[in-house]
Structure formats: structure tokens, C-alpha cells
């Protein structure tokens, strides 16, 4: 088992609904477990956060500031020989904790657990929040503005998989496919059974690479069953089929070079039904990760 450095990435700056950065200290609040060895707490700067829809920059010089911090915190916890878990905040965030891994990594792959394929560019986006951006960024696709703080190699579209994903906008499922990017649908997951959806993504993402990055979205979950995200989208996956997604990463945990758990938002939440299965999720990692 390794030892395990939970980071805090309390921010919520790439989306227009407030509460994500709550979720983090939420999680960690009462955490008590012998192999986490530290919890590091990083809040970003929200005062005058914008959320004007048609302003596609907004809270930008924040988010990079916030970001190139998470950055450098991951990197750190990388060179200690720990296991970095990134707790968010929004997707946003993974910006920093992705390319942090791959720059200590290697060449590395990524698996996407995602209802959104975040891979919006400035150009294409509609709703301007810049959590929309993060996997295209992370690909090297999305090119300006995001990433300065990074000097090393981006992601190989080729071992980028999406897992879970439904509500993609037009263009910016243009810009998968020209991408290239795997992308396994919920209807996928339903059809197939999450395991074998996993089991696949993990070999796309490790094919001719020294391992995965993996982040999990919360809104991969039905909202019904997992209302307290900041952008629900309908018809998700079940509870079964996102606890079968983490023991499939337990398995292949030899792979798994790092993990973010981003987007609980405790302000939208429900009798605390996605804090229950956050942390299901997180000490399912903690314990066995």
C-alpha cells in the first residue's frame, strides 16, 4: 500500500456556480486514516470571481495563479515518493494536477470519468467557465493562456480516454474526434458493465505509456442518486457502476500514477447524498490505492 498525500484544491473559479470549493475540506472534515501521511490545503482567491457567461476569460489570472500553485504542491508530493489524490474544487484544477503528474511521470495516459468531455476551447465554448477546457489543455489542444506554468510534454490524445460522458457540445465533440481521443458514452457503460469499460480505458491509457492519470467527476453520476455537482447532467450512471469504476482502479492500482476527485459541491447537495458517496469513493482509495 502506499502512502498517500491528499491535496485540498478548494476552488470552484472555472465555473459560474459557486460551492465546489467547499467540497474538499468537507471530505477530509473527519477524515481520519493511518496511510494518509498529509493534507494539504490550498484555497484560490474568489474575491470579484466573475460569472458573466459571455466573458470566455473569466477568473483567469486567479485560476492560473490557484493552478500553478496545485502545481508545484503536486510535484512535490510526487518527488516525496507519495501518492498524490487531488481532492476539488472544479475540473479546473486538473489542469495542474495532470500535468504535474506527467511532467514527474513520463509519458503517461489519462482516463477521464467524466459526464462532460471538458474539451472546449476559448473558440468553442459556450458557457465561457474554463472547467469546460481542461482535458483539451491537457492534451495540448487548447494551447494559449492555461498552462504557462507547465514546460514539459501534454497528454498523447491517443491514450486520452473519456469515461462516462453524454452532454458534449457540438463543437467541442468536434474537437474530440479530431483529436482522436476513446470516448466510452454512459450508454457504453450500461451495455457493457462499468469493469469492462474500465478494464478498456486503463489499456487505451497505459498503451506504450508508463501508467494513467485518472480523474473522477462526481457528475458522471446520476443526479438523482448524486445531486450535489455544480452542472448535473441527466440519465448518469448508477451507484454501482461508479463504486465498480474505483474497485476496477484498485485493481490496476500498479498502473495508476495519480487521482484527482473533483466537483462535489456541498451547496447543491441533498440529505448529503453525493458527500456519502464521495466518500465511499475517497476512503475506498485511501484504503486500498
Not at 486567479?62 to 501518492?83: A, G, P, R, S
Not at 495542474?96 to 482516463?111: E, F, R
Given at each position: 500500500m502506499r502512502e498517500i498525500d491528499i491535496i485540498n484544491a478548494n476552488t470552484d473559479l472555472g465555473v459560474a456556480v459557486d460551492g465546489t470549493c467547499l467540497g474538499p475540506d468537507e471530505l477530509t472534515k473527519y477524515l481520519?486514516?493511518?496511510?494518509?501521511?498529509?493534507?494539504?490545503?490550498?484555497?484560490a482567491n474568489k474575491e470579484n470571481k466573475e460569472k458573466e457567461k459571455d466573458n470566455k476569460m473569466k477568473n483567469l489570472?486567479?485560476?492560473?495563479?490557484?493552478?500553478?500553485?496545485?502545481?508545484?504542491?503536486?510535484?512535490?508530493?510526487?518527488?516525496?515518493?507519495?501518492?498524490?489524490?487531488?481532492?476539488?474544487g472544479d475540473h479546473s484544477l486538473v489542469i495542474?494536477?495532470?500535468?504535474?503528474?506527467?511532467?514527474?511521470?513520463?509519458?503517461?495516459?489519462?482516463?477521464w470519468i467524466d459526464a462532460h468531455g471538458d474539451y472546449n476551447t476559448f473558440e468553442t465554448t459556450i458557457t465561457g467557465n474554463i472547467h469546460g477546457l481542461?482535458?483539451?489543455?491537457?492534451?495540448?489542444?487548447?494551447k494559449k493562456y492555461l498552462s504557462e506554468f507547465h514546460s514539459g510534454k501534454t497528454y498523447n490524445p491517443k491514450?486520452?480516454?473519456?469515461?462516462?460522458?453524454?452532454?458534449?457540445?457540438?463543437?467541442e465533440l468536434e474537437n474530440l474526434k479530431d483529436a482522436g481521443v476513446t470516448i466510452f458514452t454512459t450508454e457504453d457503460v450500461h451495455n457493457m458493465g462499468m469493469n469492462e469499460i474500465m478494464e478498456q480505458a486503463i489499456k487505451i491509457a497505459c498503451d506504450g505509456t508508463n501508467g494513467v492519470h485518472i480523474s473522477y467527476d462526481l457528475d458522471v453520476i446520476d443526479p438523482i442518486l448524486c445531486p450535489g455537482v455544480s452542472v448535473p447532467a441527466k440519465d448518469g450512471i448508477n451507484i454501482k457502476e461508479a463504486y465498480d469504476a474505483v474497485d476496477t482502479i484498485?485493481?490496476?492500482?500498479?498502473?495508476?500514477?495519480?487521482?484527482?476527485?473533483?466537483?462535489?459541491?456541498?451547496?447543491?447537495?441533498?440529505?448529503?447524498?453525493?458527500?456519502?458517496?464521495?466518500?465511499?469513493?475517497?476512503?475506498?482509495?485511501?484504503?486500498?490505492i
Open positions: 481520519r486514516a493511518e496511510n494518509v501521511k498529509e493534507i494539504y490545503k490550498l484555497y489570472d486567479n485560476l492560473n495563479i490557484f493552478n500553478e500553485k496545485l502545481y508545484e504542491i503536486v510535484q512535490e508530493v510526487i518527488d516525496n515518493k507519495h501518492f498524490p489524490l487531488t481532492l476539488g495542474a494536477s495532470a500535468l504535474a503528474s506527467i511532467s514527474k511521470n513520463g509519458n503517461i495516459g489519462i482516463i481542461p482535458l483539451a489543455v491537457i492534451d495540448g489542444y487548447e491514450n486520452t480516454v473519456i469515461v462516462g460522458g453524454r452532454d458534449i457540445d457540438p463543437l484498485i485493481k490496476n492500482k500498479s498502473k495508476v500514477k495519480s487521482l484527482d476527485l473533483v466537483e462535489y459541491n456541498p451547496l447543491r447537495d441533498i440529505d448529503n447524498k453525493t458527500k456519502n458517496i464521495a466518500k465511499t469513493i475517497l476512503k475506498s482509495l485511501i484504503n486500498n
